[in-house]
């Protein structure tokens, strides 16, 4: 008897080590969609709009991301402040409708992606991978939507006309976008929230041994 | 994990507190060249607006012979632009005193001769010049014909630069 409950209480231990190295586990692909999502920010660093130059191989005028953004958020796009705002009062003069719309979709996206970061930050913390993992998986798919629609409208800029009117038609200009980066990752985000969901359903909590009831004697 | 959600506040109160900025205008050498052009854009935004900054004077004649005298520093034909068309980009300068004469105008050497100007936009109007352009001799080619934007600029105050080594007469983005 004393045997049956040593091996019941080991069996027990060793489910729960397994149990919990699952949970490690599964926490790990939580960390993961949130180094994605800090990622994704930091992807909005890069050049979101730019005229490049071939024959002088840089770009004549860009904004970031980041730029978009400040402009999108201030309502400012006529600064000189190339620090904040990058060379968005050129591309507002030249190609107005185009870069206020590449600013909303900036603003919008970063917001997304402060809130998903947020989403993943607390599935972290409160270790509820299952909702979260839903939600993960309904912000990864609008940023991809958004990151996609401004890597669109970036590339749209060279039917703006302002490769008429501020390069006069040099052949070797072009409007070039980085915008295409946070869009292959965001598609790559998608895995890390899916393939928890996936090992998650995998995962049980050990099950408490049944307990042996007692057989009631028959009354005679 | 406090601090990482702190971090991301700070982050956003950043990027809203990008959105505030200063009233004064102070074009330096490496804010030169695009503040002007951002003012020729955008007169309407600057009127008003206090303005200073380091220029050579330069007397521009249109193809009517009308001259302005203004303070200008050459630059590329476009902004980022390293295309070896050259221009000029200034304000034409409006002042109750006497403003310095130019100095090897068409010679391209820092020997110029350098204010610091402060003051204001006198209009949102712009002043389209028709001028005649240099040939590759530095001379005035009459058959060519160019045309340049210039806002007007009230000067409050100017006073001449002795030694201008800081200050270069070619500025690019």
Not at chain 1, 53 to 75: F, H, M, P, R
Not at chain 2, 67 to 87: F, I, M, N, P, Q
Request: glycine share 6%; with cysteine.
């Amino acid at each position: 008897m004393a045997n049956k409950k040593y091996m019941e209480a080991k069996i027990k231990m060793e489910q729960e080590k397994a149990y919990e190295k699952k949970r490690k586990m599964l926490r790990l692909f939580s960390l993961a969609a949130l180094m994605f999502t800090v990622i994704l920010l930091l992807f909005m660093l890069s050049n979101w709009a730019g005229i490049f130059n071939t024959d002088i191989e840089d770009y004549e005028i860009k904004v970031s991301g980041y730029n978009c953004v400040s402009a999108g958020l201030s309502g400012d796009y006529t600064s000189m402040d190339t620090g904040r705002f990058g060379n968005i009062a050129v591309f507002n003069y030249h190609a107005e409708a185009y870069i206020t719309k590449l600013a909303t979709l900036s603003a919008a996206v970063m917001f997304v992606v402060i809130v998903h970061l947020l989403v993943n930050l607390f599935g972290l913390i409160t270790n509820k991978q299952g909702v979260f993992n839903i939600v993960s998986i309904a912000f990864a798919l609008a940023e991809t939507a958004l990151f996609i629609a401004c890597y669109a409208v970036a590339l749209s800029i060279n039917d703006s006309g302002i490769l008429t009117t501020y390069c006069n038609d040099n052949p070797a200009c072009s409007v070039q976008s980085h915008a295409i980066l946070p869009v292959l990752f965001a598609i790559l985000s998608f895995a890390a929230p899916i393939l928890a969901m996936i090992y998650s359903k995998k995962i049980t909590p050990p099950q408490e041994p049944q307990q042996e009831v007692p057989k009631s004697g028959k009354r005679k | 994990m406090k601090k990482l959600l702190v971090a991301l506040l700070l982050l956003c109160v950043c990027v809203t507190a990008f959105a505030c900025g200063g009233k004064d205008v102070v074009l330096t050498e490496e804010t030169f060249f695009y503040g002007m052009l951002t003012i020729q854009m955008y007169p309407d935004e600057y009127v008003g607006k206090k303005i200073s900054f380091d220029c050579f004077t330069y007397r521009l004649t249109d193809t009517d012979g009308n001259e302005y005298l203004c303070g200008v520093r050459k630059c590329s034909a476009g902004y980022g632009c390293k295309c070896g068309k050259d221009s000029i980009i200034g304000f034409i300068l409006e002042y109750d005193g006497e403003i310095p004469e130019p100095k090897n105008q068409s010679v391209d050497t820092n020997d110029k001769t350098w204010i610091h100007v402060e003051g204001k936009l006198a209009t949102a109007d712009v002043t389209e010049l028709e001028i005649f352009a240099y040939d590759e001799n530095g001379q005035i080619d009459t058959s060519w014909r160019e045309y340049v934007v210039f806002c007007t600029f009230a000067v409050s105050s100017l006073s001449r630069i002795e030694d201008a080594s800081g200050l270069a007469y070619y500025v690019t983005k």
